[in-house]
């Protein structure tokens, strides 16, 4: 019988410490505008918008954030995806 390989690798001690300390959390009302000052900053596209909906996460390494994450609603509207995927009107409804 062949031997099952893992699909991923089990981090190290050391790894596994810094991965210990890191939170995601969802982003609080009163931690809004710095979550949208560093998008604007660190972001490609040097912007905050986000359309509709979201959620806004910030991952914290022993309480200093590391990463941000946001979700949007996606865009009902876009030509250009609907013609390239062939919907009809009603399908795209």
């Known amino acids: ?4 390989k893992a699909r991923f690798r ?3 001690p050391e790894e596994q410490e810094v ?3 890191v939170r995601v959390e ?5 931690q809004q505008a710095r979550f949208n000052r560093l ?5 490609y596209l040097h912007s905050d918008r986000l359309v509709g909906e979201r ?3 910030v991952a914290r390494y022993r309480g200093q954030w590391l990463a941000l994450a946001a979700w ?3 865009a009902l509207h876009l030509q250009a995806r609907d013609r390239f995927i062939g919907w009809t009107e ?3 409804r």
């Open 1 to 4: 019988m062949a031997e099952v």
């Open 10 to 12: 089990r981090p190290v």
């Open 19 to 21: 991965l210990d300390h």
């Open 26 to 30: 969802l982003v609080r009302a009163d």
């Open 39 to 43: 998008l604007v900053e660190e972001h």
């Open 55 to 57: 959620l806004c996460y």
């Open 72 to 74: 949007s609603a996606p």
């Open 90 to 92: 009603e399908q795209r």
